[in-house]
């Protein structure tokens, strides 16, 4: 039986030098079947962005990077997600507690995942 895959919503903020900062709707997502230590962030327009979901843990206590993508701790309450590409740097901020809420479902859907 193949494991649930998780997907949750989150609204970050684009950080620019602008004075007011940009909303912008990310799908996270996990799926244990496909790579089960990865995390994927899609944006709107297509842009998506798959990385270690070690990292996205690791960066919300300290700074943690891993080839284009950064995570850093911004604050108690938020956390800052640096996008690296050929175009440039995207830099999102969320809040932690909804990163957190996201980490949570894909380890409970890694442990219901059928063990090879």
């Given at each position: 039986m193949p494991a649930a895959t998780?997907?949750?919503?989150?609204?970050?903020?684009?950080?620019?030098?602008?004075?007011?900062?940009?909303p912008v709707r990310v799908a996270m997502s996990y799926e244990p079947d496909e790579d089960p230590k990865a995390v994927r962030f899609d944006f709107p327009g297509g842009t998506?962005?798959?990385?270690?979901?070690?990292?996205?843990?690791?960066?919300?206590?300290?700074?943690?990077?891993?080839?284009?993508?950064?995570?850093?701790?911004?604050?108690?309450?938020?956390?800052?997600?640096?996008?690296?590409?050929?175009?440039?740097?995207?830099?999102?901020?969320f809040d932690t507690t909804v990163l957190k809420s996201f980490l949570r479902h894909t380890y409970a859907a890694a442990a219901t995942?059928?063990?090879a």
């Open positions: 998780v997907e949750d919503h989150a609204w970050g903020r684009i950080v620019t030098d602008a004075p007011q900062y940009r998506g962005w798959t990385f270690p979901r070690e990292l996205l843990e690791s960066g919300l206590r300290a700074p943690a990077r891993s080839g284009d993508v950064e995570v850093w701790p911004c604050g108690r309450v938020q956390a800052v997600v640096e996008f690296h590409s050929a175009d440039g740097v995207s830099v999102v901020q995942a059928p063990r």
